[in-house]
T-cell receptor, first 106, second 115 residues
Framework: RKEVEQDPGPFNVPEGATVAFNCTYSNSASQSFFWYRQDCRKEPKLLMS???SGNEDGRFTAQLNRASQYISLLIRDSKLSDSATYLC???????FGRGTQLTVWP | ETGVTQTPRHLVMGMTNKKSLKCEQH?????MYWYKQSAKKPLELMFV???????ENNSVPSRFSPECPNSSHLFLHLHTLQPEDSALYLC??????????????FGSGTRLTVV
């Protein structure tokens, strides 16, 4: 079983929509996770860290559900500039999920 | 100066060539990593160096040979590659301590095409 699994999408949403992605993990000992954003042909960049208490930064909210072993990323009021691939990652050796592709259309 | 610098940005090489990718980090981190990202595939961890020692090698073919002369520099030596090795090669660094792994930062990557 892979360390981290994501629905690859693609998710296509209109501007202003709310969209959520989930990521399941297998290592129940992990205390924290990361969400990265990767634009086309660019390197991944850290978007948010996710701890047991969750994390909110503006339009972005990340949650960790230990019982079901998944993390989520919620994006409210989507912008065109949110179009990217979103990767979840487990710390340590930083194993990445496949990434979820998001396209926000006008 | 950006935190993690990779050169070259683009590389085209023949299957009989030998080339090297270079990564340099200016963040004072003590761990460095090589990842491979192929089209439609997740990021694959290739090598991990912590305190200049290789601590992980994920079944990577021997035509890829890493070198970490010090905690700020990491190389990936390439020889007799195959077309399926064409991908984006990403370097990353982080600070590892007993409390965890922090400050994970990626370089911009080298886009490699093997012809």
């Amino acid at each position: 079983r892979k360390e981290v699994e994501q629905d690859p999408g693609p998710f296509n949403v209109p501007e202003g929509a709310t969209v959520a992605f989930n990521c399941t993990y297998s290592n129940s000992a992990s205390q924290s996770f990361f969400w990265y954003r990767q634009d086309c042909r660019k390197e991944p960049k850290l978007l948010m860290s996710v701890y047991s208490s969750g994390n909110e930064d503006g339009r972005f909210t990340a949650q960790l559900n230990r019982a079901s072993q998944y993390i989520s990323l919620l994006i409210r009021d989507s912008k065109l500039s949110d179009s990217a691939t979103y990767l979840c990652a487990q710390p340590g050796r930083l194993y990445f999920g496949r990434g979820t592709q998001l396209t926000v259309w006008p | 100066e950006t935190g993690v610098t990779q050169t070259p940005r683009h590389l085209v090489m023949g299957m009989t060539n030998k080339k090297s990718l270079k990564c340099e980090q200016h963040l004072g981190h003590n761990a460095m990593y090589w990842y491979k990202q192929s089209a439609k595939k997740p990021l694959e961890l290739m090598f991990v160096y912590s305190l200049e020692e290789r601590v992980e090698n994920n079944s990577v073919p021997s035509r890829f040979s890493p070198e970490c002369p010090n905690s700020s520099h990491l190389f990936l030596h390439l020889h007799t590659l195959q077309p399926e090795d064409s991908a984006l090669y990403l370097c990353a660094s982080s600070q590892v301590s007993s409390q965890g792994n922090y400050g994970y930062t990626f370089g911009s990557g080298t886009r490699l095409t093997v012809v």
